[in-house]
């Protein structure tokens, strides 16, 4: 297994917007997913199949270097390390196992382990050094290594606004307006923390327009005669197959959408969308972003949420990521089968929105709804979640 080369990449704006949130007890932007399954992991066999897929995955062991614009991801950190964890009841991960990841001084990627049966693994990242799709594509190939395959790596050093430039050129996304309502009234918790409800369900096959469909849904129900912005994802590597990066290229897909909206004219607007490459824009502080002090960026995002808490306002009333993995056999070793793929909201997200991320793996939908406790009351979540079953069953 050929090492590759030291890794460096700048270090995008999107990327200081999430350090800017880390504090020191471990709130901030992570990524977490959590791998379901039945079967007995040996730790010695974990840890060298995760040094075997970093040696091929700088972007596993990066470490933050520079400042200001100066400011680079650097492959010179640790590998990523393993930890094992005690089970705990009604909770995967509880918050007291959600550990500051260190951007200076590293690993910003660990993994940890959960013993017995049925086993569970545990991919966990600084936001600002992988998105989701990373982390997943770093996972696929961890459990290659587990199966004693070649893992894949990566091949490009690009970050998400080097390539936005390589792919569609140079282009900015107008400013949201933080204008875009709350769906429900103010609780009287004064928590920023994250709180969540969770659904499960099996299907026969995957939902079809599920995003689509659910934002409709929320609309209609919770609109109140009013127009609601949504955020969506969109992994933006499906329009350059040829590189493989675990950066951040996720770019946002904003729409606009009141009481009268239809699902299948919402998913073709969405398919014309990803098709034109419409939403591929750089944001609007890219390039004199970077020179904004880390400790001034969190100051002014504080600020920005306490506006927000204070208006019943954001940039988007909900946020909605869907995956899908229509088969686990990437996610699969002789000595584990994932079943189940939960995603792990972050402890702490200051944004005022409610958000719903669905991991589907085959017929089994994972979907969890969160948001601050100072956004949103956990029964608010729960009529969230009701609806979104109601939605499924419709499938």
Known sequence: MKEQPLYSRRLAFTERMYLATLRPDGRGLTIQFAFHGPGSLDPKALELALANAAVV???ARLRLQGRLGWTRWVSDGPTPRLREIPRSEGVTCPEREQKRLDPRTGPTVELLWIRGEPGCLIFRCLHS????AGLLLFAEDV???LRREEPKGINSSLCDSEFLIDTVGKRFRKTIPWNSPALFEAPQDSASTNHEVRVLKVLPKPSSNLVARLAVYLAKTWGN???LRFMVPSNARNYRREILSTANLSYPLFFELDAHANSEVVQKEIFQSLVKKDFLRL???ELKGRWIP??????MLDAIYIMQRISRKGFCSIFISHIQFPQAKNFCSPAFE???IEYIPAREFKFGTISIVSVVLGGVHDIVVFAPRNWAKLDDLRRVAEGIKEVLEEN
């Open 283 to 285: 944001d609007p502080l």
């Open 294 to 299: 880390l400790g001034v960026l969190r100051l």
């Open 57 to 59: 995955h700088p972007g």
């Open 143 to 145: 459990f290659k290594a």
């Open 129 to 132: 050094v992988m998105d989701g």
């Open 338 to 340: 994932t079943t189940r």
């Open 225 to 227: 005669d009013q127009r």
